[in-house]
């Protein structure tokens, strides 16, 4: 099975701008959560999706937001892009809520 | 305060060391998770155990709910054991990470 894949790998914006990130899951997984790493705050859980609807949010702005398609692949938005935004966003699913979840590469975020 | 503290937060060691990583936990969780990180920032999910113990290899984890701690342990520890190790617990259904520990075995 193909694992989870994110595009783009690499990605640089500058402030007020918006960006879209995707996550296609491995085939078969109906989760998928969003994750944001900073040297500062480490990993911080943003957002997880299960058969297309939201189940939990993490204490992120409203600028950040995602969704999910019925194929389970997800994409995550944020609007009007910070200099702290500037992160390594990961993806990760599971066939269902709370099992072992298996990350994708991760999206780098610079933002200028 | 962050709910989940890992310690030590870096470690060196020399090839072939025995190796322990703690993890303390302040509220309950269902399961806690091991996680690896290599340079890189590929994530990779060692174990997700909600008691007892589980072994995978050379990497061994333990929790003990009432005392609300985790530990993983790698016997002979290689150079390719290098990476940063996460723990985390689900609180509310939303995973919350350690700190991580950043491990570094020389020759």
Redesign the interface.
Known sequence: KAGVTQTPRYLIKTRGQQVTLSCSPISGHRSV?W?Q?TPGQ????LF?YFSETQ??K?NFPGRFSGRQFSNSRSEMNVSTLELGDSA?Y?C?SSPR???????G??T?LLVL | KNEVEQSPQNLTAQEGEFITINCSYSVGI??L?W?QQHPG?????LF?LSSGKKKHGRLIATINIQEKHSSLHITASHPRDSAVY?C?G?F?????????TRLQVTL
Request: proline share 4%; no cysteine.
């Open positions: 959560s994750y790493q480490g990993l911080q859980f997880e189940r939990n993490g390594l990961l990760a809520t709370q099992e072992t979840q298996y990350f590469p991760g780098r | 269902s399961a998770h996680l920032g590929g994530i990779v999910s997700m996460i985390a689900p509310v259904s939303k995973l919350t990470f350690g700190t991580g």
